[in-house]
């Protein structure tokens, strides 16, 4: 019974990952697509690609042509990410709050000691965390994720991965329509093609980092090139944020705009206003806590002055500023709202931990070598100086198969996600990971992805017409030849 249940989830994999085949132009192309996906998903050391060959126990020669297929030019990333939208639409999964989808932004940066790797550069870290040095050489990743699951457990279920910095001659080379955006602002823009894709308005939670009037502008920009308004911005104001209270009579584009010597703090507000706070007894990250807000319609930005509705909440002393772009939003929806951002943050760990998802390192040796610690601007002209066709053709490769690479990663994480909600009395019942105590009706990702592992022989001995499994044994090692004592007599002699 435990078997036929296991083969249930791996027909469930194969169902979604075969929608992929249109998104490639060629057949082998797409096998070694598949392969990969399940090596992510299965790995149990996470040593780059040589681990998905020793999981999966591949012919060794296989090696150079799994490296050649992440630059293949026979798959395009952008249609993967799009039919990877279509399929996560398609289950039915996400989660919706005051009746509509949460997408969640939010950037990562991943150590590189790579000196001919695209995308590494100096920086900086804002991170309170006194392990931490302040600065790194790395990769500045965007992730953005949508909510998936039920009452009993959500995930972050990642959308797109891309990286965000210490591209823009690769980005200019591409032509790409992000070739001028900053990393707030191609977030805010890849959130707001997500919404529109989905076909509904969604919640955008960011973090303080993301409040900005570039974003705010590419809200804008987004909304009249759809026709609509395709998100609302739930995020964090930072603690030095001025504002401008809205003079009377005034109307967005049309009235005199208010003095800039007319600001103020809006921290100030929780001395000035103490008397109009009210109390609140709110579901916050899963418990009941007692809080006290106070809610104003201020102006903000001076090139903007955008009407933004502020929350400033108290609780257990901690003093925060939430801001939403939606004026009619009830306040103590919004810091309801906010709570759920957390979720990108243990999607980005499970990721790092469970998947590796950015151990990869491509590289090409006509990309420029750079001192560790390199300025960024001396970074970026040596980048633009490289004029020759091979040259740029080989750095745009490595810097796709990066790209390739981790978004197979992410698609590998949103169906162990979707296993684990799909199947999760199956998952939490297999007697291969045994668990003293279940935290949760709904299994981890570690824990899903250890049960996968370990089914792997059963998916090899009773799934033999499925597609993953036909890709898996094209590239196995050949079945020795079993020989009787005659012939190994004969061959002694």
Avoid at 116 to 130: A, F, L, N, Y
Avoid at 238 to 255: E, F, I, Q, R, T
Avoid at 310 to 329: E, R
Avoid at 426 to 448: A, G, H, V, Y
Wanted: charged letters at 25%; one cysteine or more; proline letters at 3%.
């Amino acid at each position: 019974m435990a078997i036929i249940k296991m083969i249930k989830i791996w027909r469930y994999i194969n169902d979604q990952l075969i929608q992929f085949r249109s998104c490639f132009t060629r057949e082998a192309t797409f096998k070694w697509f598949l392969l990969v996906v399940i090596g992510l998903m299965t790995r149990s050391d996470h040593l780059g690609v040589t681990s998905i060959i020793r999981e999966l126990m591949l012919n060794p020669d296989q090696y150079h042509n799994l490296i050649h297929f992440f630059r293949s030019e026979a798959w395009k990333l952008d249609a993967i990410k799009q039919e990877w939208l279509e399929i996560v639409k398609a289950t039915g999964k996400i989660w919706r709050l005051y009746g509509m989808p949460i997408l969640i932004g939010d950037g990562v940066k991943e150590p590189k000691e790579a000196t001919r790797m695209p995308g590494v550069k100096k920086i900086h870290q804002e991170s309170q965390d006194s392990s931490k040095s302040e600065y790194i050489r790395g990769q500045l990743f965007g992730g953005l994720g949508i909510l998936i699951g039920n009452a009993a457990k959500l995930f972050s279920l990642p959308l797109s991965m891309s990286i965000h910095d210490g591209n823009d001659a690769i980005l200019m080379w591409k032509k790409s329509e992000y070739q001028n955006d900053s990393h707030v602002t191609r977030l805010v823009r890849e959130a707001c093609k997500s919404a529109l894709a989905i076909g509904e308005k969604c919640w955008l939670l960011m973090d303080t980092y993301f409040l900005t009037g570039p974003a705010l502008s590419a809200i804008s920009e987004e909304t009249a090139k759809a026709g609509r308004e395709p998100v609302t911005l739930v995020t964090r104001a930072k603690s030095n944020y001025s504002a401008w209270w809205k003079p009377d009579g005034y109307v967005a584009g049309k009235s005199a705009k208010p003095k800039i010597a007319d600001s103020f703090k809006i921290m100030d507000l929780f001395r000035t206003k103490a008397e109009y706070f009210q109390e609140a007894i709110l579901t916050l990250y899963g418990e009941q806590e007692k809080i006290t807000y106070y809610c104003v319609d201020l102006l903000w930005n001076r090139e903007l002055f955008q009407e933004i509705r502020f929350v400033l909440v108290n609780m257990d002393g901690i003093q925060s500023i939430l801001a939403c772009t939606d004026l009619l939003m009830d306040p103590c929806k919004i810091i309801e709202l906010y709570c759920f951002r957390f979720k990108i943050e243990t999607f980005f760990r499970a990721f790092k931990q469970v998947l590796s998802g950015f151990a990869c390192h491509f590289w090409t040796r006509r990309m420029p070598v750079f001192k560790p610690f390199a300025k960024a601007v001396d970074m970026a002209e040596a980048v633009q100086a490289v004029t020759a066709e091979v040259a740029r053709e080989s750095i745009m490769k490595t810097y796709d198969a990066i790209e390739g690479f981790v978004f197979f990663a992410c698609i590998a994480m949103g169906l162990i996600q979707l296993c684990a909600l799909s199947y999760s009395e199956t998952i939490n019942n297999n007697e291969k990971r045994w668990m003293r105590t279940n935290s949760n009706s709904i299994p981890s990702e570690e824990t899903t992805s250890i049960n996968l592992r370990c089914s792997l022989s059963i998916l090899f001995d009773n799934c033999d017409d499925l597609a993953i499994v036909k890709a898996i044994k094209e590239r196995q090692f050949e079945p020795r030849a079993v020989l009787n004592e005659g012939d190994e007599l004969a061959m002694s002699a």
